[in-house]
């Protein structure tokens, strides 16, 4: 793979800024999305499990529901977060970068600095090989 170099310039430069490892991003993006700046994806058990509660108007269910952009970060987590701009901005890599980072170093902290248990809380448990897999993936960008 040949990630495109300004994006992970860009990478490198906002994991820094937010204090989270910049081969640790550029791995979680690397896995999640390959570089695809639009990619999106529905999750259907996150919405039942954490946004379906919420009784929110069915658009915003939904868009709340989807993973977004470079990190695939989770619309609930960006509102979580404080992101208030429209959930398909996180598209933008800087905007995307920027929250997933913060999202990361969010995770990362909770699991008191283990960054293997941070990426299985930023994975939800769905794949217990994820921590592993996006580790390998830092010396691509180290």
């Known amino acids: 793979m040949n990630p495109p170099e300004n ?49 929110l108007p069915p658009t915003a269910e939904i868009a709340r529901s989807m993973s977004w952009g470079l990190m695939q970060l989770m619309g609930q987590s960006a509102r979580e977060l404080g992101f208030n701009g429209p959930l398909p901005q996180i598209c933008d890599p800087a905007t995307g970068l920027l929250w997933g980072a913060k999202k990361l170093a969010r995770v990362i902290e909770d699991a008191h600095g283990d960054v293997a248990v941070g990426l299985e809380l930023w994975n939800g448990g769905a794949d217990p090989k994820y921590a592993a897999d996006a580790m390998a993936r830092m010396k691509n960008y180290e």
């Open 7 to 55: 994006l992970v310039e860009l990478a490198k430069k906002i994991a820094g800024e937010v204090g989270v490892d910049g081969a640790l991003v550029c791995a979680v993006v690397e896995k999640e999305s390959s570089w695809e700046t639009w990619a999106i994806r529905y999750e259907p058990a996150f919405r039942a499990r954490y946004v379906a509660p919420l009784e």
